[in-house]
């Protein structure tokens, strides 16, 4: 027999399956790596003692993985083969992106090898004592031929099983995974979703939006910038809002966001990959790429999202992206919704107010009364602490306080001299017929107090029931006051207006008889009646005998 140089091993593994290893190991077998053309990769060997290392490192033995390795690659499951007797190898194929990578192997070696002409050749080749590696071999007891198929399908179904295994703890991780990204963006919806309300102010809610996604993306900061163009942004309009720490100087940073506004082209998520080209300071290499989200609604621009610099070092990544777009499509619909709102209270204030000019203008005198009553009801409803929500129902239901006198004959209304007992009935019926037109529309209902009961007095002797004191509903109590203040300081058919001194001289005399006391003092305390006195010379003039021609022959 020719002698050969023994085949130099690693203890590396190439197919990482540890576990498979480790169970090898456990049950003292060699376990080979090759490739496909049966070139030994790596080698885990038992700690018997046996000489089956010396077996596997020979020359003789890497020779017969490669005449096998060509045969192996046309079956499914190579079945185990004797290399010699006594020494089989039991071919475990390797799929990897599902191709075959190569094999595990298996090596057994059984008492039949004692007597076989091979070990002779192996053991000259290694510089071992034959009788010593027969004894060896011998005290090891490995099993005899007739187990070697029960090893191989053992060893299969266990590589099975943990590849399967493995391939399994692969899908859970890539599902927990992709279940973390969908939890993120379900909360940062639910967050926003939650915040959505057409109440809700828009400045606020866009800030507090901004500032939950630049935390969720980790991100070092955050732009939103609005829309320059869209009218019915209102306030809104050409605004830029920051979360976290502004890279640069923010009127660089709002220039930039209206450049992206109305230039961007995409539709979607994007990245601005060379910022130093856009020649910002503080914009530089340090910021890394910036994630763009237009905020869109119906193919119409309303604002841009824009951010950079990941806390953790990172890149941005698609699940950025994902989450970017979830909240730029709330924020859109938002948007939408807050300018349809406006739409519709600039609509209702709009027909309030013609309703109520309409009814002004049946006495030229009391022309813009309504509207002047509203806003003092309003000063003194802030005066007063009154939340915002319910100063701004007081100046409604004062707006349309007067709105039952569109049931009374004008004679009756315009009339210089005293007014006859029924005329005076009819005028006090006012209240009553205003309630049976505001209870009509279900969002005015909450107003009806203050139009019931604005002619009711503090010490009961008012109309249209009599009650007095805190008995009064609030509105009621409010508009009393403004009313009067308004009737006091503008001139009638049937006197002049009062000097402002007068008039507060008045005021003060009547707290606690006909006006709420506490109201009547927050009053003369704390309304500055500039804005007022304003509106009442336009009023004046707006209803001056030479401009009523001119704008009757306009």
């Given at each position: ?6 085949v ?6 190439r197919f990482g399956?540890?576990?498979f290893?480790q169970?090898?190991?456990?049950l ?14 790596s080698?885990q060997s ?18 017969s993985l ?8 046309g079956r499914e499951?190579?079945e185990?083969v004797a290399?010699?007797?006594g020494?089989?190898a ?6 990897r992106?599902?191709q075959r990578?190569?094999?595990?192997v ?5 008492r039949e ?7 002779q050749v192996?053991?000259?080749?290694a510089?071992?004592d ?5 004894s060896?071999v011998?005290?090891?007891l490995p099993?005899?031929a007739?187990a070697v198929?029960?090893w191989?399908?053992m060893?299969r ?6 590849a399967s ?6 899908e859970?991780d890539?599902?927990?995974r992709q279940l973390?990204e969908?939890y993120?963006?379900l ?5 926003l979703s939650?915040r959505?309300?057409?109440t809700?102010?828009p400045l ?5 939006a901004?500032?939950e996604?630049q935390?969720?993306l980790?991100?070092r900061?955050?732009?939103l ?6 009218l019915r942004l209102h306030?809104l ?13 923010l009127?660089d940073l709002?220039r ?6 109305t230039?961007c082209?995409t539709?979607?998520a994007?990245q601005i990959?060379?910022v ?5 300071p503080?914009l530089?290499?340090?910021n890394g ?10 193919k119409?621009?309303?604002?841009i999202f824009?951010?950079g610099q ?6 941005l990544?698609s699940v950025d992206?994902?989450l970017?777009?979830?909240?730029a499509q709330n ?9 349809l709102?406006d739409d519709?209270e600039?609509?209702f204030?709009g027909?309030?107010h013609a309703?109520?000019s309409?009814i002004d203008?049946k006495d ?7 509207e002047r009553v509203a ?5 003194i409803?802030?005066a007063?602490?009154?939340?915002t929500?319910t100063?701004?129902?007081v100046?409604?239901s004062?707006?349309v306080h007067d709105?039952g006198?569109?049931?009374?004959p004008?004679?009756?209304l315009t009339k210089?001299?005293r ?6 009935a009819?005028v006090k019926?006012?209240p009553?017929?205003g309630v049976?037109?505001v209870?009509r ?6 107003l009806?107090?203050?139009v ?6 503090y010490n009961?002797?008012?109309y ?6 805190v008995?009064i509903p ?7 006051l403004?009313?009067s203040f308004?009737?006091m300081?503008s001139?009638?058919?049937y006197?002049?207006?009062m000097?402002?001194?007068e ?7 009547c707290s ?7 109201l009547?003092?927050a009053f003369m ?8 006195y304003?509106m ?5 003039d707006?209803?001056?005998?030479l ?8």
């Amino acid at each position: 027999m020719q002698t050969t140089q023994p085949v130099q091993l690693s203890q590396e593994t190439r197919f990482g399956t540890p576990p498979f290893v480790q169970r090898c190991q456990a049950l003292g077998i060699t376990l080979l790596t090759i490739d496909c053309e049966g070139r030994i990769l790596s080698a885990q060997s038992r700690n018997s003692g046996a000489m089956d290392p010396d077996v596997v490192g020979s020359a003789l033995f890497a020779g017969s993985l490669r005449r096998l390795a060509p045969i192996w690659a046309g079956r499914e499951a190579p079945e185990p083969v004797a290399l010699w007797p006594g020494c089989w190898a039991l071919p475990i194929p390797v799929q990897r992106r599902r191709q075959r990578a190569g094999y595990y192997v298996a090596v057994l070696v059984t008492r039949e090898m004692v007597e076989t002409e091979q070990i002779q050749v192996i053991c000259e080749a290694a510089g071992i004592d034959l009788r010593a590696a027969r004894s060896r071999v011998e005290a090891h007891l490995p099993p005899g031929a007739a187990a070697v198929d029960q090893w191989a399908a053992m060893l299969r179904w266990m590589h099975g099983d943990l590849a399967s295994l493995d391939q399994q703890t692969h899908e859970v991780d890539d599902l927990t995974r992709q279940l973390g990204e969908v939890y993120e963006e379900l909360s940062l919806v639910y967050k926003l979703s939650a915040r959505m309300s057409v109440t809700h102010d828009p400045l606020s809610f866009l800030q507090e939006a901004l500032t939950e996604l630049q935390q969720v993306l980790g991100l070092r900061w955050a732009a939103l910038r609005l829309s320059d163009d869209e009218l019915r942004l209102h306030g809104l309009r050409g605004r830029t809002l920051i979360a976290g720490h502004c890279p640069c100087d923010l009127d660089d940073l709002g220039r930039l966001g209206a450049g992206l506004v109305t230039d961007c082209e995409t539709s979607g998520a994007a990245q601005i990959q060379q910022v130093c080209a856009l020649g910002i300071p503080g914009l530089g290499p340090a910021n890394g790429t910036i994630l763009l989200v237009p905020v869109s609604r119906d193919k119409q621009r309303l604002a841009i999202f824009f951010g950079g610099q990941k806390t953790d070092g990172t890149a941005l990544s698609s699940v950025d992206s994902k989450l970017a777009t979830a909240a730029a499509q709330n924020m859109a619909i938002f948007i939408e919704n807050a300018m349809l709102y406006d739409d519709m209270e600039d609509m209702f204030m709009g027909t309030l107010h013609a309703l109520v000019s309409s009814i002004d203008a049946k006495d030229s005198y009391t022309f813009g009364h309504s509207e002047r009553v509203a806003w003092l009801s309003r000063e003194i409803a802030r005066a007063a602490g009154l939340d915002t929500r319910t100063v701004e129902r007081v100046y409604l239901s004062a707006l349309v306080h007067d709105v039952g006198k569109i049931g009374v004959p004008e004679s009756v209304l315009t009339k210089a001299g005293r007014l006859t007992p029924a005329e005076f009935a009819m005028v006090k019926a006012h209240p009553e017929l205003g309630v049976k037109i505001v209870e009509r529309i279900p969002q005015m209902r909450d107003l009806i107090p203050g139009v019931l009961h604005h002619h009711e007095k503090y010490n009961g002797g008012g109309y249209p029931y009599g009650l007095s004191g805190v008995d009064i509903p609030l509105f009621g109590r409010i508009i009393c006051l403004a009313d009067s203040f308004d009737a006091m300081s503008s001139s009638r058919t049937y006197r002049s207006a009062m000097p402002v001194e007068e008039v507060f001289q008045e005021l003060a005399r009547c707290s606690g008889s006909q006006f709420d006391p506490e109201l009547a003092h927050a009053f003369m305390k704390n309304v500055d009646l500039a804005r007022y006195y304003a509106m009442l010379a336009d009023h004046q003039d707006h209803r001056s005998p030479l401009n009523q021609v001119m704008r009757l022959t306009a």
